[in-house]
């Protein structure tokens, strides 16, 4: 793109481009051109909200319930509307004739520029160029600027310039449109627009200024307080319109002060000037992408799409603060209402474990935060310990909608709540998982033991034991494959429940030995007995695990195998299975067809715990009735069918994750980015191809790159040091940055072990 804000973009390979304009994608691309900082989301939304936009700007934890069947994400007022009327016609994509248009997005600076040649009723032409950013270094600003040249005759233009409160969140099924704020104040202070607002239920208050400066044909800009104001354009003229604004919430300021201390920000951001601001937002992304890059060498498409998804990942993770998490949907659309689910600690959570530890840590003290309403969902159910929602909002209660709307559009009841309890074992294993990179004792002492505790209990009380086979089975579950309601003894859930027990009994020991005052203090505090850290162990061996001799294989549930044996034989132009067409929805329980990745998913998470045998022939056998129908499913099949040496496949189930969203595959990006598939598709290239693997606390690499990927390189943030890797078929090299001159880490490389020297290079060649 050439025009006015070309020269702060990226090289190609940083950039996101959308050529000309089409209705029908208005509101993927929306959500897929996000913009945000971990505080807040903004939907790439065009700046004259043409029909049919979507806005959506969603702040970190401010949920609400008014109006909605559960607490959601509440669609905070609009910070971006800009419109501008030229003689009398408004220049908006959607109406007007557009000669040319394009927007990128541009992943390394996250800045979304503009570039859009509108021709009126009269032939008359108009350039808009547009570029705009939510600070990564001063959170609570965004900036935007619009420059507008009336090419062929002088114009007179109208502005309009808002924060627009109106704005609802959109009900997917029953609800309708939600408003869920109320006016509190809207004001001009000084040469600043104030805008307060309040939710209904949660009381939050959010609070706005915005400052707005015109320039025209180069000369000074002059602030304004007008919200609609005339301008006559010269022909050849062009008009920039400087937008500054800040958000803040009662959520981390006092109601009281939240006035004050707005302006005071914005008063800061404006003498920083749009400019000062850009840079310093430009030096932060630089910063937050140093060590999170992942670089294929041999495939340039793959890398760009993979930055696309780690971009969004970046933009969801909160810095400093304990108290939120990330929804299913990321800050980016109204799907899944914001709620935050297992996607987080199994999907998202290992990329921020290795790229992010303070924003991993945080993630699971959300959890931690909770766990007085986990308890009551667990007493309440009639079991020991933590049951965690399974879809969690700003409380910790159980967030479920009663209601959801089936794949095929229908409107079924859910019963996920009452019985998708593997989320109790995803949190333990989040943390275990956190644990084995980071050595973080002092979080294992504040918060990590206490829910490892608490989940094994929960198990040992859910659990039941069948007399007559001598086993513990644990009846009545959804396990990951949610196409089977109501099961008993789902294998994931019973070996992850198995896991949870014995894992949490193994870091009893281990912390019994090293910080024994503190771990007396911890079973004081929650009334842990000896005893029960025994009966764990006693559980955990002898819980079922349902596996059919004759066929070699883990059994997904009880009777799964008596079901009705449907192949997927017929594949989509992605090489994805298609659902036989003398099957519905609505009878696939009946059949033997998976939703998503579930024992698969399962031979994952723990891979010492099955032979290659066993694992060989689940997969041959699962693989060919998965349906994918959820977007956790492929990446986790590409890193199994690598494991297997089936990389061919493993890289088609790659790509199809990969382009979730910038294809919308599952058609439904609209709603927002597919978070867990983010994660998914990083774990996919760096668990998958580079073979990475945290073989308790040993990092463990064994490559099986596609034939066309030369190496990929990355980093890991591992214990105290950084690894820099680079990794091919062949060899791999090493450089691990610390802070210690001397030392050295150890690694396991080709199924050796080698000592990797601190701060030198080190390569280890296959044998
Ligand atoms: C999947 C769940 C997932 C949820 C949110 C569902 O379709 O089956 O595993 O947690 O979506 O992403």
């Not at 009900?171 to 006016?183: A, D, F, V």
């Not at 210690?740 to 390569?763: A, E, Q, T, W």
């Amino acid at each position: 793109m050439k025009g006015k804000f070309s020269k702060y973009l990226s090289k190609e390979e940083w950039l996101i481009t959308d050529k000309g304009w089409s209705k029908d994608e208005l509101s993927v691309k929306e959500s897929l051109f996000t913009l945000g900082n971990g505080y807040i989301g903004s939907r790439g939304i065009y700046e004259e909200i043409p029909d049919g936009t979507e806005p959506g700007t969603y702040i970190a934890g401010v949920y609400d319930a008014a109006a909605s069947m559960v607490p959601e994400l509440v669609n905070a007022p609009n910070p971006i509307d800009f419109r501008i009327i030229v003689e009398g016609e408004k220049l908006d994509i959607g109406r007007m004739d557009i000669l040319e248009s394009e927007r990128i997005l541009d992943l390394g600076k996250g800045l979304l520029v503009r570039k859009t040649l509108f021709s009126d009723t009269k032939g008359r032409r108009f350039l808009y160029q547009s570029l705009r950013f939510f600070s990564l270094r001063d959170k609570r600003i965004g900036a935007m600027q619009i420059c507008l040249k009336a090419l062929d005759k002088p114009a007179r233009i109208i502005i309009q310039d808002t924060v627009d409160d109106s704005v609802t969140n959109i009900g997917s099924i029953l609800e309708g449109r939600k408003r869920h704020t109320q006016l509190v104040d809207v004001s001009p202070i000084r040469d600043m627009n104030y805008l307060c607002v309040k939710t209904f239920t949660r009381k939050i208050w959010l609070a706005y200024t915005s400052f707005l400066a015109v320039a025209r044909a180069g000369g000074h800009p002059v602030g304004t307080l007008n919200k609609i104001f005339n301008m006559l354009l010269k022909k050849g003229e062009m008009a920039c319109f400087t937008k500054i604004f800040s958000i803040h919430t009662s959520k981390d300021f006092s109601a009281r002060r939240l006035k004050k201390i707005a302006i005071k920000e914005l008063h800061r951001a404006k003498e920083l000037g749009f400019d000062g601001l850009l840079k310093r937002h430009i030096a932060a992304w630089q910063r937050k992408w140093e060590a999170r890059e992942v670089k294929i060498d041999g495939d340039r498409e793959a890398q760009k799409a993979l930055c696309f998804n780690i971009y969004h990942l970046l933009i969801s993770g909160k810095e400093g603060d304990d108290n939120v998490s990330i929804g299913a949907r990321t800050l980016s659309g109204n799907g899944y209402h914001g709620h935050i689910f297992w996607d987080t600690e199994i999907f998202i959570l290992p990329f921020f474990i290795y790229a992010d530890p303070k924003i991993a840590r945080n993630l699971l003290m959300y959890r931690f935060h909770r766990l007085n309403e986990a308890r009551r969902i667990a007493g309440e159910k009639g079991y020991k310990g933590v049951l965690f929602p399974w879809e969690s909002a700003d409380t910790g209660k159980e967030t479920t909608p009663a209601y959801s709307k089936h794949l095929d559009g229908s409107i079924i009841e859910i019963h996920t709540m009452d019985m998708e309890h593997h989320i109790v074992s995803d949190v333990a294993y989040g943390v275990c998982h956190y644990f084995s990179a980071t050595g973080d004792n002092e979080f294992m002492l504040k918060a990590g033991l206490e829910i490892l505790f608490e989940t094994a209990r929960f198990w040992a009380s859910r659990a039941t034991y069948n007399k007559k086979t001598k086993k513990f089975e644990i009846k009545k579950v959804i396990g990951p494959d949610e196409f089977h309601e109501d099961v008993n003894n789902n294998a994931y859930t019973n070996r992850m429940a198995a896991w949870n027990l014995y894992k949490t009994k193994e870091f009893y020991k281990y912390f019994d030995k090293k910080y024994p005052r503190f771990l007396r203090k911890i079973e004081r505090k929650i009334s842990l007995k000896s005893e029960e850290i025994e009966q764990w162990a006693h559980i955990a061996d002898r819980i079922k695990i349902p596996f059919s001799k004759s066929k070699g294989i883990i059994e997904e549930f009880d009777g799964y195998l008596r079901k009705k044996d449907v192949l997927l034989k017929t594949l989509n132009h992605y090489f994805m299975p298609v659902l036989p067409a003398d099957i519905s929805l609505k009878d696939v329980g009946k059949t033997q067809i998976v939703k998503q990745a579930d024992i698969i998913m399962l031979m994952y998470l723990l891979p010492e715990e099955f032979t290659k045998d066993i694992r060989l022939k689940s997969y041959l056998y699962y693989v060919k009735r998965t349906l994918h129908k959820s977007s956790l499913s492929p990446s986790i099949y590409s890193i199994l069918a690598c494991e297997v040496g089936d990389v061919t496949r493993g890289y088609l189930y790659f790509l199809f994750s990969l382009y979730a969203d910038l294809k919308n595959r599952y058609g439904n990006t609209r709603e927002g980015i597919h978070a867990a598939s983010l994660g998914g598709t990083w774990q996919a290239v760096i668990m998958g191809f580079s073979g990475f693997r945290n073989m308790e606390g040993l990092p463990s690499f064994e490559p099986r790159l596609p034939g066309h990927w030369r190496n990929i390189k990355f980093c890991l943030k591992w214990k105290n040091s950084l690894l820099r890797i680079s990794v091919s078929n062949k060899k791999i090299k090493f450089f691990a940055a610390s802070k210690r001159k001397k030392g050295s880490i150890l690694v396991k490389c080709f199924n050796s072990v080698y000592k990797v020297p601190f701060n030198k290079n080190y390569i280890i060649y296959k044998k």
